[in-house]
């Protein structure tokens, strides 16, 4: 009652009393750290991702400068190759053969004669010479120039 009726009486508790109301201290376990490492992960995982990014991005660029690069090469190189194909229709013309052979002093044939080849030397010589193509077991007998003219070009399919 001495003690109550000091704090009514607005004095100073005593000393003894002070350590009566004070809480007893713990040991407290400390507080879990997994939310601010897991942030920490992420954020490196966010960092890392958008500097792969921009490294990818990069190369991307980069390689489109290439393709283009390419592209613009094999746009000249097909320009360049009809080029060289118009020359080559010029100079295999017929007309244009018939007036260099002119200037050589070359006159036009006023007869043929055909010479008729054995089979049996023909097969000598395809044999002789060795398989060239597929078609060296192929001979051809008494063909029309028609005929002629479609077996020269199955020869030369895809040449230039």
Request: net charge positive; proline share 6%.
């Amino acid at each position: 009652m001495a003690v109550v009726a000091a704090r009514s009486a607005g004095r100073a508790p005593a000393a003894g009393s002070r350590r009566k109301q004070q809480p007893a201290l713990q040991v407290v376990s400390s507080r879990p750290r997994w939310p601010a490492v897991a942030g920490g992960v992420v954020l490196a995982a966010v960092m890392a991702a958008m500097l792969g990014a921009a490294v990818f991005h990069t190369q991307l660029a980069e390689r489109q400068l290439e393709i283009d690069q390419l592209e613009r090469q094999v746009q000249e190189e097909r320009a360049r190759f009809d080029e060289l194909r118009r020359d080559r229709a010029v100079l295999r013309s017929p007309q244009r053969i018939a007036d260099e052979a002119a200037a050589l002093g070359m006159v036009p044939g006023e007869a043929s004669r055909f010479i008729g080849v054995d089979p049996m030397e023909l097969a000598k010589q395809l044999a002789a010479s060795g398989v060239t193509a597929d078609d060296t077991n192929r001979v051809i007998v008494e063909t029309g120039p028609l005929d002629q003219f479609r077996d020269v070009k199955s020869v030369s399919v895809g040449q230039p």
